[in-house]
C-alpha cells in the first residue's frame, strides 16, 4: 500500500502493452471494468457504442507528445475493447495504457502489484530469477485468477532479438510459491539468453471465473508450522497454534475456503526489470545447468501395520526448478531423524520394488500431485515402529534438487484411544463403578437390617 493513500484512490493499472505496428496493420484488444473500478481509456463500450475522434468530444489528441487519450467520468461495467490502427506509410511502436480510479469511495478496489526477485540476478553462481504478484482487495487475497508473466530477454551478441517468455505464475504452495492461496502468485526463470537486463510485465484475468476473494484470514497453512511435530503430541490432542488459530498439519483436514466469487477483471503491470552482469563459465543458452525445485510439501497421508505400508504425497517439482518434469525420483528412508537430516546423501534408497503404486522414474510435470505407496518392514515382535522419509529429484543432466522436507510415518498394532474418547470411557467407567458402589452399599445394609429385626432389636428406627 502507498503511505498515506487510500487504495480507493489510487489511479489501478488495468493494462499496459508496446507493440510494433505495420503499415495499415491494426490491432484489437481490451480489458474488463470490474464493479470496483470505472475505466479511464476506452475504444468500444460493452454496450456496443463507439467512441472516435468525431463522435466523443473526450477523445483528445496531443501531437506535441504524440499521444490519443480517451476519458470517461464514468463508465459501465463490462468488456470494454479498443483498435489501434496505423496510417502512416512505416511502421511505429505504439504504447497502450488503461488506468483507472475506484468506483465508489470506501470500496477498496482490487489491486495487482509486481517484482522480481532482485535488481540484480547472479546467475553465474546459479541464482534464478523469481517473478512475484499479489492480488488482493484490501488485505483480502484473490487467489485462482489468471496471472501471466511476459519476460523480455537481451538479444544475442548480433543483435537479434530473442522471443519472449511466457510464465504462468501459480499461487499452489510449490516451486517458488512459498504459501498455497495466499494471493501471492510466482515463478521461476531459468531461460536466461546472457548478460543484460530483463523485464517483466503482469497480466491478470479472472475470464474463466475461478477467482475467489478470500475472507477467512483465520485459515493458517502448515507451510507456517514447524519442520517436525512430535507424533506423540499429536496423538495427545496438541495441535501447534499461533495465536488463537489452529496451525493445519500435513495429512489433516483442512477447511473449505471460504470467500466470495471475484468478478470479472483486468490488470495490467510492470513488474521493473533485473540485471544479469555475468553468466557461469564455459555457458552457452540453451545449456541445462539448473536443478530440480526442492520438494517442500511432502507429507504422509495414511500408514498401516497390519499391511506394512506408507502413503507419501507431494507436488511433483519441475525439471529446472519448476519447468518442465525431472527425469527421476530418490526417496531416502531411515529410523533416525538426525541421521537422515545430517546424512542423508548416505541414507538407505527406496528400491523400486519396494512402490507398490507411483513410478520412481516417470515425475509428473510439475505442479502434479504425485502419490507413492511404499512397502516397510514391520517386525512383528514390535507393537510399534517408525520411519522417516525425504527425497529429491535430478534431472536428465545428472542436477539433483535439494533434499525435501522430512516427515515421519508411525506405524502401531494398536491404535490409541482418542483423548475424548478416553476421557468418556473413563466418565462411564467411573459412573458405572460408583452405581455398583452404592447398590452393594444398599445390600449389605439390607442383609444387617434384616438380621437385627430377626434378633428383635428394637434399637431399628425404621
Known sequence: MQSGVKEYDRRIELFADSAVYGVSESKRHGVYLDPTVAIDVIIKSPSGMVFTNDSYEGYGV????????????????????YEVFNRHTSEHEVFVSISTYASQVGVDPIIATSELSGSI???????????F???RQGLNPVIRANVTATIERPPDANGIPYNSIILQLLDNGAGADVVKD??????????????????IKININNDDGTAIILNNGDLLSF????????????????????????????GMPVPETKGEVAPPFTRGISGGS??????PAGWEPGDDIIAPSK??????????????????????????????NASFYSIRVSKSLSELRTNYSSAAEVNETDILIGDLNTPGNFGDREIFVIQVAVPRNENVVSYVFAMHAVDEEGNSGGMSNVVQATLR???????????????????????????????VGGVVLVRRLAKGDQSVVV
Open 62 to 81: 496531443d501531437l506535441t507528445f504524440k499521444v490519443v487519450s480517451v476519458k470517461f467520468e464514468f463508465a459501465e461495467t463490462g468488456f470494454w475493447s
Open 121 to 131: 540476478t547472479d546467475f553465474a553462481n546459479g541464482q534464478p530469477l523469481i517473478a
Open 133 to 135: 504478484s499479489e492480488v
Open 182 to 199: 495466499d494471493g501471492i502468485y510466482s515463478r521461476y526463470f531459468t531461460e536466461f539468453t546472457g548478460v543484460g537486463y530483463y523485464g
Open 223 to 250: 507451510s507456517r508450522a514447524l519442520s517436525y511435530v512430535e507424533p506423540e503430541e499429536l496423538l495427545e490432542g496438541n495441535i501447534p497454534k499461533i495465536g488463537d488459530s489452529n496451525v493445519y498439519l500435513p
Open 274 to 279: 533485473s540485471r544479469v552482469p555475468e553468466t
Open 295 to 324: 520438494i517442500v510439501d511432502l507429507l504422509v497421508t495414511s500408514s498401516s501395520y497390519n499391511n506394512g505400508t506408507v502413503t507419501l504425497e507431494f507436488t511433483s517439482p519441475g525439471d529446472d526448478l519448476d519447468r518442465g
Open 413 to 443: 498394532k494398536y491404535i490409541p484411544t482418542p483423548p475424548e474418547s478416553r476421557n468418556l470411557a473413563l466418565y462411564i467407567a467411573m459412573g458405572v463403578l460408583g452405581v455398583i458402589v452404592i447398590l452393594m452399599v444398599c445390600l
